[in-house]
């Protein structure tokens, strides 16, 4: 973990001492305190990673309806390798200009970042289950087809 990390979690702590916790935390009340106490103080990178940040969610949610009616998310990104340092770049579903090997690499990165989220839950489950030994265990089922093609019949509204 880097020393950024151990910091983070050194105040989390520290928060949770000083203000109580009763087990739920709202990351934007511990950042909040954190920067009020001088735990935390922005450099330049911070900032411009939160308004890169800003721009990815705003391409993120961006959405568009083609002629058939279907709603669909207009950029996507692709995690590129660039030297040492790993890269999203955006590309626009509508733009001619972006190459189909970019959404190629985007559709893959997401289905695999589904995959990752699922193995993720169903771990977590497993060790809820085991720990908490509930009389009715968490079953969560992880075959989406039938939930996919019930949702592709209900229109849905344009945002």
């Known amino acids: 973990m880097s020393g950024y990390s151990n910091s983070i979690k050194e105040y989390i702590e520290r928060y949770k001492a000083e203000v109580g916790s009763d087990g739920l935390l709202d990351p934007h009340a511990v950042a909040e305190w954190a920067y009020r106490n001088g735990l935390h103080k922005p450099n330049v990178t911070t900032v411009i990673d939160l308004i890169a940040h800003d721009i990815a969610q705003q391409f993120r949610e961006e959405y568009r ?23 999203s770049l955006w590309a626009d579903m509508d733009d001619p200009n972006a190459p189909h090997t970019h959404f190629q690499k985007s559709f893959a990165q997401r289905r695999n970042q589904i995959v990752d989220d699922c193995v993720q ?12 030994t509930p009389s009715v265990p968490i079953q969560i ?18 945002a």
Not at 121 to 132: A, G
Not at 141 to 158: G, I, N
């Open 141 to 158: 089922p992880l075959d989406f087809t039938l939930d996919v093609a019930e949702l592709q019949q209900v229109p849905r509204k344009a």
């Open 121 to 132: 839950l169903k771990t977590d489950v497993d060790v809820y289950n085991d720990k908490r």
């Open 65 to 87: 309806v083609d002629r058939h009616g279907r709603r669909y998310r207009a950029k996507h990104a692709a995690v590129e390798k660039r030297g040492t340092k790993s890269i």
